[in-house]
Structures are given as C-alpha cells and as structure tokens.
C-alpha cells in the first residue's frame, strides 16, 4: 500500500506525462490515431487469451467478495465481448475526425468573418467500476479525438484492465505515438481517486461511470469539471394506442437485454385501457424469467404481483427486479417520468403519432424513444463507435458521449485590417 505523500507524487507525474503527451497527440494527423488503432486492435486479438486469463482472476475474486450479479455481470469477458472491444476500435477508426473541423465562415456587418474550429479538451480523467472494456472504449474515443486520458478502474477490474491497457501501450508505441497519451491508474488504493479530482492543474475534465454514489462522491469532491452519469431509471411507457406484439416484445427485450446496464428499463407505466390485455400475458413471461414484479394498487388488481413503494418508482435496480404502475393517461405518465425518471433514456410504446409528439417535447431525457427498448441507449448503436458514458447533464454533453462530446470549439476570425471604431 502506497503512503499519502507517494500516492500524491505518482498521481502529480501520471498527470504531468499526460498533459505533455496531449500536445504532441493534439497535432497527430487522422492517419497516424488511426494507425494506432488498428495497432491496438490486434494486439487485443493476439492477447485474446492472457485477457480471459486475467479476467477469470477478476471473476474469482469478485464472487470470494460476493459481489453482486449486476456488478459480476458488467466485470465479465468473454470472446463475444472482446469481439465487441475490437470492433469498437475499428469503428472507432473508421469515423471522420472531427478535431481541425470548421464551420461554414459567416461574414459580419463590420467585414469581419467568423467560424469555430473543434479541438481537443485536453487531458480527460476517467472513473469506472466493473466493465474492463471501458479501458478499451475510452482510449479509443479520446484518442481518436486528440485527448490524452488518465483511466482508474475499479480494484475489482485491477488485473483485466492492466492487460487491456499493456495492449493499447503496445499499439500507441508501434505507431510512434506516445504512450503516456493513455495512462492507467495502477494502484487501487482510493487516495488515488481523490488526488486524480484535485489534478486540475493537468486535466481539463472528469467523466465518472458507475453507481450513484460514485458520481455525487466525485461531483462533490472534483475540482475538475465533471460530466456526469446519474441513474439510468428508464421507463417504457405503453399507450392505448400501442400495438399490442410490439408492446409484449419491446417491453420483455427492454428489462431483460442485460439487467445490469444503465439503459435497462426500470419502471413500467400503462395506460388503464390496455393493463387488462397486456399486462396479464407480460407477467407470466416476466416471472418465467425470474424478475420480481412490484406494483402500484391498481396493477395489484389485474396481475399477481408485490406492492411497490414510494421508494421504488426512484430506485436503479440493476436486477430482474420491475416495477409497474397503471396510468389513467399520457400526461400522468408524462407527469410520473418528470418527478421519479434521472433523464437518462425513456420510451413510448405508440401507433398514435400525436401521442408520440407529445412524449417527444415534454419528456426531458438525453434520449427519448418511440417504439423501442430503452436497452438501445448506446453509443455503439447511436452510429458513434464507442461511448464513454451517457451523460444526463445538459453542459458539456447530453445523450452518449462520443467523438464531438469529446470536443470544444474555438472561434476562428479571419479580417482584412478592418480596425474597431469609437
């Protein structure tokens, strides 16, 4: 275990390393990130077998821990989600670069033209627990975008995320690139954490990914600007008008996809005209899976269920737990979103494209569906190669963070010696 005063000293250099790394990366042509891309790609394949290896000594001792099943969910590799982590990368390196990007040049009264330019945010401090692909997915997404990042994931990951890490290590210096431009936080001691959120003479922002806890800890404490991920409590709401198959399949797909990731449904709301027809099907199928069903009153009613309480239309399950509430109409299910939803992702099941208008404008979530698991709020699906979280802030970035989140802008003011008057 590190004292105070080496933690301090070792997180001051990752910082300094980082911040030097960032200018040199800043001015790395699309070429050059790109190749070191596909570098790191396959050197995560050619590693393929050492990451399940060191992924299996995660496992075991998460489960001596007794971790929870969500958290042992999110820790887990296999080749299906290596597969993913390499294709990340690749999309990752087939996406336009959006660094150097100008907008059209507007011409002002005065003569004066005026356009932004994107850039870099600088060096980028990234805290997550459990899932070691974020090591893979953050790096690409910043260094793709000019970024350099400093990466701390959770003890429970310490020896997956190092082999990942050794692998992007590996391609940064076949490409010429630095490898300070992607740093990993290699102690789990929690000091460290704090230290990172005072590094702001180094970093320019926070992007914390887990529990909610972590991210009020981290808001509280950061001195760093941080964008944030809150709960994913998701609805899916179903209309009177909805179609009934499409309904039973969106809903079942939008709680059962993964029940540990932050875009899985939470609280199920349904119009009283369509309870009695949908509702008794969806509870079988539902109970067939294993998930626990908690309901208000009126769902008591009409299905065999445990009664919910207050505190469970405002609770971030992560488990084959949902809760279901009958609604009179699209306004009280409006109304129940706006003061138990965490703006993450919501969803209306419709054929009534009025009532879809409606749940469009007055649902303020960083994504809002029609027709659709809440489960498809993700950077990969959104067409953005990769994700570092799903910020349910309104500044810097909203929705997915990808590539732009990513990104500043700077004006560019282009004149012919015009000269400012009294």
């Given at each position: 275990m590190?004292?105070?005063?080496?933690?301090?000293?070792?997180?001051?250099?990752?910082?300094?390393?980082?911040?030097?790394a960032s200018k040199v990366?800043?001015?790395?042509?699309?070429?050059?990130?790109?190749?070191?891309?596909?570098?790191?790609?396959?050197?995560?394949?050619?590693?393929?077998?050492?990451?399940?290896?060191?992924?299996?000594?995660?496992?075991?001792?998460?489960?001596?821990?007794?971790?929870?099943?969500?958290?042992?969910?999110?820790?887990?590799?296999n080749d299906a989600r290596i597969d993913s982590m390499i294709s990340g990368l690749k999309v990752v390196s087939e996406l336009p670069d959006p660094i150097g990007e100008m907008t059209d040049m507007d011409p002002t009264p005065s003569g004066i033209?005026?356009?932004?330019?994107?850039?870099?945010?600088?060096?980028?401090?990234?805290?997550?627990?459990?899932?070691?692909?974020?090591?893979a997915d953050a790096a690409a997404l910043c260094l793709k975008s000019g970024n350099a990042c400093i990466l701390r994931g959770g003890s429970e990951a310490i020896s997956s995320n190092k082999i990942i890490w050794n692998c992007l290590q590996k391609g940064l210096e076949l490409s010429g690139l630095p490898k300070?431009?992607?740093?990993?936080?290699?102690?789990?001691?929690?000091e460290a954490v704090k230290t990172l959120l005072h590094l702001d003479s180094y970093l320019d922002v926070i992007i914390p990914r887990g529990g909610k806890g972590l991210v009020k800890l981290i808001s509280e404490e950061s001195r760093v600007p941080v964008i944030k991920h809150l709960d994913g409590i998701c609805h899916v709401y179903i209309d009177k008008s909805a179609n009934?198959?499409?309904?039973?399949?969106?809903?079942?797909?939008?709680?059962?996809?993964?029940?540990?990731?932050?875009?899985?449904?939470?609280?199920?709301?349904?119009?009283?005209?369509?309870?009695?027809?949908?509702?008794?099907?969806?509870?079988?199928?539902?109970?067939?899976?294993?998930?626990?069903?908690?309901?208000?009153?009126?769902?008591?009613?009409?299905?065999?269920?445990?009664?919910?309480?207050?505190?469970?239309?405002?609770?971030?399950?992560?488990?084959?737990?949902?809760?279901?509430?009958i609604v009179e109409n699209l306004i009280e299910a409006v109304d129940h979103i706006q003061m138990y939803g965490s703006n993450h992702t919501d969803s209306i099941i419709a054929e009534d494209q009025d009532a879809v208008a409606v749940f469009f404008k007055n649902v303020d979530s960083?994504?809002?569906?029609?027709?659709?698991?809440?489960?498809?709020?993700?950077?990969?699906?959104?067409?953005?190669?990769?994700?570092?979280?799903?910020?349910?802030?309104?500044?810097?970035?909203?929705?997915?963070?990808?590539?732009?989140?990513?990104?500043?802008?700077?004006?560019?003011?282009?004149?012919?010696?015009?000269?400012?008057?009294?």
């Amino acid at each position: 275990m590190l004292q105070s005063k080496e933690i301090n000293l070792y997180m001051d250099k990752l910082g300094a390393e980082a911040k030097q790394a960032s200018k040199v990366l800043s001015q790395a042509s699309e070429e050059m990130k790109n190749e070191a891309l596909m570098l790191i790609s396959s050197e995560i394949e050619s590693r393929r077998s050492e990451i399940l290896e060191e992924n299996k000594k995660d496992l075991e001792a998460a489960k001596e821990k007794s971790i929870g099943s969500a958290l042992i969910d999110r820790l887990e590799l296999n080749d299906a989600r290596i597969d993913s982590m390499i294709s990340g990368l690749k999309v990752v390196s087939e996406l336009p670069d959006p660094i150097g990007e100008m907008t059209d040049m507007d011409p002002t009264p005065s003569g004066i033209k005026v356009s932004k330019m994107r850039v870099p945010l600088g060096v980028v401090g990234i805290i997550y627990e459990s899932r070691p692909n974020v090591t893979a997915d953050a790096a690409a997404l910043c260094l793709k975008s000019g970024n350099a990042c400093i990466l701390r994931g959770g003890s429970e990951a310490i020896s997956s995320n190092k082999i990942i890490w050794n692998c992007l290590q590996k391609g940064l210096e076949l490409s010429g690139l630095p490898k300070e431009c992607i740093q990993l936080v290699e102690t789990t001691d929690r000091e460290a954490v704090k230290t990172l959120l005072h590094l702001d003479s180094y970093l320019d922002v926070i992007i914390p990914r887990g529990g909610k806890g972590l991210v009020k800890l981290i808001s509280e404490e950061s001195r760093v600007p941080v964008i944030k991920h809150l709960d994913g409590i998701c609805h899916v709401y179903i209309d009177k008008s909805a179609n009934l198959e499409k309904a039973e399949a969106i809903t079942l797909n939008a709680k059962t996809y993964r029940y540990g990731i932050c875009g899985a449904m939470e609280t199920l709301l349904v119009h009283s005209e369509m309870a009695k027809i949908v509702l008794p099907k969806l509870s079988i199928e539902f109970l067939n899976k294993g998930v626990e069903l908690r309901g208000c009153k009126k769902t008591l009613e009409v299905i065999d269920a445990r009664e919910a309480t207050e505190e469970d239309w405002s609770t971030e399950y992560l488990g084959p737990i949902l809760s279901i509430k009958i609604v009179e109409n699209l306004i009280e299910a409006v109304d129940h979103i706006q003061m138990y939803g965490s703006n993450h992702t919501d969803s209306i099941i419709a054929e009534d494209q009025d009532a879809v208008a409606v749940f469009f404008k007055n649902v303020d979530s960083s994504s809002v569906m029609h027709n659709l698991p809440t489960c498809w709020a993700d950077g990969f699906e959104y067409g953005l190669g990769a994700e570092v979280g799903i910020s349910t802030d309104k500044i810097h970035a909203r929705g997915p963070v990808g590539l732009e989140g990513l990104t500043s802008q700077k004006f560019i003011v282009i004149g012919n010696s015009q000269l400012r008057g009294i």
